[in-house]
């Protein structure tokens, strides 16, 4: 059961405006450009998690099963495509990434490993939109590595280009892993977490965040609005983690302890373009390997007449969930 707590304010930002990020269709070119992107961060509070939400899939590859013949199921197909997620990372590196809620993470798992009253010897960073982050992290650990599955964030940080579920971390090189905005959209999240458990040492700490729960409900709205008045509702959003769901995979992936809980920021957009060109710059736009057929400018013009018919005062409430875990390893 989680545990509601206060947010704690986000500092390095202008007062009363935002950006903001989610797992949604990359309408940018079917939507118009013409107005600057403007968002109000009303508030982040910490709620408790238990929604019911759709599973993340596929996790893992399908285990193999025993007859009298010896017989191994295919692996399911990759739910995101692995080329377009890096490419979708450079392209929000080489325009210009939107940092708002990816600092607001890294920022809180800095807190949260603050109060570990330890110095790590050895870590990892997974996720690195901003290569400033690194020397951040030296402040609690003699020596820094880095990952990111986008080769442009990799470079500018010094790390290795590498995804999740199919890089070799090593056998106990770590005692502190931190995990910031990839994980929702690996596909095979279960070997990922038995990667990274295999690369601590024991007792060690991993935590991070990631995007699910009940995130944009009103742009999800908005385009399944769209849909019906076009024709079939489409997949055109990622399917969400749930956190009752992480803490199962944390634990099938024999980590100890684990803890999560929701950080949902609320924030207030003047229109669907400025989520949209945010959600490019945040390196968050669709990544499925079967991803929806745009359906052209009348469809976007629907959507974005159903998005705006929501708001309040010209702006229209959305939510961003923002899952952060922790687990411990243990001795082999």
């Given at each position: 059961?989680?545990t509601?707590s206060a947010?704690?304010p986000?500092?390095g930002?202008?007062?009363?405006?935002?950006?903001a990020?989610?797992?949604?269709?990359?309408?940018?070119?079917a939507c118009a450009a013409?107005?600057?992107s403007?968002?109000?961060?009303?508030?982040g509070e910490?709620l408790d998690g238990?929604?019911?939400?759709?599973?993340?899939?596929p996790?893992?590859?399908?285990?193999?099963?025993?007859?009298?013949r010896?017989?191994t199921?295919a692996?399911?197909?990759?739910?995101?495509?692995?080329r377009?997620r890096?490419?979708?990372?450079?392209r929000?590196a080489?325009?210009?990434v939107?940092l708002?809620?990816?600092e607001r993470a890294?920022a809180e798992?800095?807190d949260r490993?603050g109060?570990?009253k330890?110095?790590?010897?050895?870590a990892?960073?997974?996720g690195?939109p901003?290569?400033?982050?690194i020397?951040?992290?030296e402040?609690?650990a003699?020596?820094v590595?880095?990952?990111d599955?986008g080769a442009?964030?990799?470079t500018?940080?010094g790390?290795?280009h590498?995804?999740?579920d199919r890089h070799?971390?090593g056998?106990?090189?770590f005692d502190?892993?931190?995990?910031i905005?990839?994980?929702?959209?690996?596909?095979?999240?279960g070997?990922?977490l038995?990667?990274?458990r295999?690369a601590?040492?024991?007792?060690?700490v991993?935590?991070?965040?990631?995007?699910?729960?009940?995130s944009?409900?009103?742009?999800?709205?908005a385009m399944?609005?769209a849909d019906?008045l076009?024709?079939?509702?489409?997949?055109?959003t990622h399917?969400?983690?749930a956190p009752a769901t992480?803490?199962?995979?944390?634990s099938?992936?024999?980590?100890?302890m684990?803890?999560?809980?929701?950080?949902?920021?609320?924030l207030r957009?003047d229109g669907m373009p400025?989520?949209i060109?945010?959600?490019?710059?945040?390196g968050?736009?669709n990544?499925l390997?079967?991803?929806?057929?745009?359906?052209g400018r009348?469809?976007?013009?629907?959507?974005a007449?159903?998005?705006?018919?929501?708001?309040v005062?010209?702006r229209?409430?959305e939510?961003i969930d923002l899952?952060?875990?922790?687990g411990?390893s243990?001795?082999?």
């Open positions: 059961m989680l509601p947010a704690k986000f500092e930002r202008p007062a009363g405006r935002a950006k990020i989610d797992l949604v269709d990359d309408l940018g070119a013409g107005r600057q403007e968002v109000e961060h009303l508030r910490r238990g929604q019911q939400e759709r599973r993340h899939f996790l893992s590859p399908a285990q193999s099963h025993r007859t009298s010896r017989v199921a692996p399911p197909p990759d739910l995101f495509d692995r377009r890096a490419l979708v990372r450079d929000a080489r325009s210009g939107e708002f809620l990816h890294f798992c800095l490993i109060d570990i330890r110095r790590f010897e050895r990892l960073l997974i690195v901003d290569p400033g982050w020397a951040r992290l402040a609690v003699d020596t590595e880095s990952l599955p442009l964030f990799a500018a940080a790390g290795a590498a995804e999740e070799d971390l056998i106990a090189r502190l892993i931190v995990a905005g990839t994980l929702d959209t690996v596909n095979d999240l070997a990922a038995l990667s990274i295999r601590l040492r024991p007792d060690s991993f935590i991070g965040v990631l995007a699910g729960g009940d944009l409900p009103a742009l999800r709205r399944l609005a019906q076009t024709g079939p509702a489409a997949a055109r399917p969400r983690i992480l803490a199962g995979l944390l099938a992936a024999r980590f100890v684990p803890v999560v809980d929701v950080d949902r920021v609320t957009y400025a989520l060109r945010d959600l490019r710059k945040m968050a736009s990544m390997a079967e991803r929806a057929a745009p359906r009348h469809w976007a013009q629907l959507a007449a159903a998005f705006a018919a929501a708001a005062d010209g229209t409430e939510r899952i952060h875990f922790l411990w243990t001795p082999d």
